[in-house]
């Protein structure tokens, strides 16, 4: 696997270019940017996640940081150490602005950064070749969901990726089609979602769960 340039320290603030989310007829238009996760931007990441009482049983985003001997912690304990590691450039993620606040994300990172995923079991099982990127999770604020967010997300967590040194990337959604599933259960992303952004199904690691995977050229991305 070629070495990919991963960032080692905090970045300052690089402000994205707005765009219009285009996706999921939002009830109110809206223009959004997107930033990467950094200690310029944790005030608003943390203001999100405190809206939403630390999400997810208060895990501020860290499950997928840990590995399988790191336990259960508290709350608070778990905010220290997403924080700590913002600062020293170990975790990564587009965050989603609407003029001063963030209202998602989408977070990426090595698989060294992110050895915890869903189906872990199964998909350790098939002797998957590395990829040098994932992506976990995806959050989207309660009142901002059905607008197209999530897609803005994955975009521009290609674009960093992009940035960071491309190569190959792989993700879990899951396929929805024909199902009835309440979108605050859909943290890894709609397999349709991803297809759209051009990743290919690789294989299945549960009834609804798949592998995918596509590349990320170092130099440009397609606006997918």
């Not at 809206?51 to 860290?62: L, M, N, S, T």
Request: hydrophobic content about 35%.
């Amino acid at each position: 696997m070629t070495a990919r340039r991963s960032p080692t320290g905090p970045r300052a603030r690089r402000a994205g270019p707005p765009v219009r989310t285009g996706v999921g007829s939002p009830a109110r238009a809206s223009t959004l940017r997107a930033e990467p996760l950094s200690p310029a931007t944790w005030p608003e990441f943390a203001r999100l996640v405190e809206k939403h009482h630390g999400i997810f049983g208060g895990c501020w985003c860290i499950s997928f940081h840990l590995g399988p001997g790191d336990g259960k912690r508290a709350p608070a304990e778990y905010r220290a150490m997403k924080e700590a590691r913002v600062r020293d450039g170990t975790a990564h993620a587009a965050l989603v602005l609407d003029g001063p606040n963030a209202v998602g994300w989408c977070q990426f990172g090595s698989p060294a950064e992110l050895p915890n995923i869903r189906s872990r079991k199964a998909y350790e099982e098939g002797n998957p070749a590395p990829s040098d990127w994932r992506i976990t999770c995806f959050f989207i604020d309660r009142e901002r969901r059905g607008e197209g967010i999530a897609h803005v997300a994955l975009r521009s967590a290609l674009e960093e990726i992009a940035r960071l040194g491309g190569g190959s990337v792989e993700a879990y959604p899951e396929e929805v089609r024909g199902r009835k599933i309440s979108r605050s259960f859909l943290c890894s992303g709609t397999l349709g979602m991803f297809e759209q952004a051009g990743f290919e199904r690789v294989r299945k690691i549960a009834m609804h769960r798949w592998v995918v995977r596509r590349t990320v050229d170092p130099r440009r991305i397609a606006a997918g």
